[in-house]
């Protein structure tokens, strides 16, 4: 079954994206205003190129960590294991 066809968006849908994009997922967007998601990360590389579009401060939470703490498991602290060097 092929994908459903978007319609083209408009200068509302631009406006928008300017100001959730900080705050929201290009697919929350999409579905919010019935545009494809690839149509939001257009409009947000076409914003950059002539603004300055502010920085996503929203982060999808980690399926991972909400699973740890939900059963009450503390995670392991986050490093990098140490690289083994070339030997001489």
Request: glycine content about 6%; charged content about 35%; hydrophobic content about 30%.
């Amino acid at each position: 079954m092929p994908g459903r066809r978007s319609r083209p968006y408009n200068v509302e849908d631009v406006e928008f994206v300017y100001e959730n994009y900080a705050n929201m997922t290009a697919s929350e967007i999409a579905d919010a205003r019935g545009i494809s998601k690839f149509q939001v990360s257009k409009i947000v590389t076409d914003l950059r190129k002539h603004t300055d579009l502010p920085k996503k401060s929203f982060k999808r939470p980690n399926p991972i960590l909400q699973f740890l703490e939900k059963k009450g498991i503390s995670p392991k602290v986050e490093g990098k294991p140490a690289k083994a060097g070339k030997k001489k």
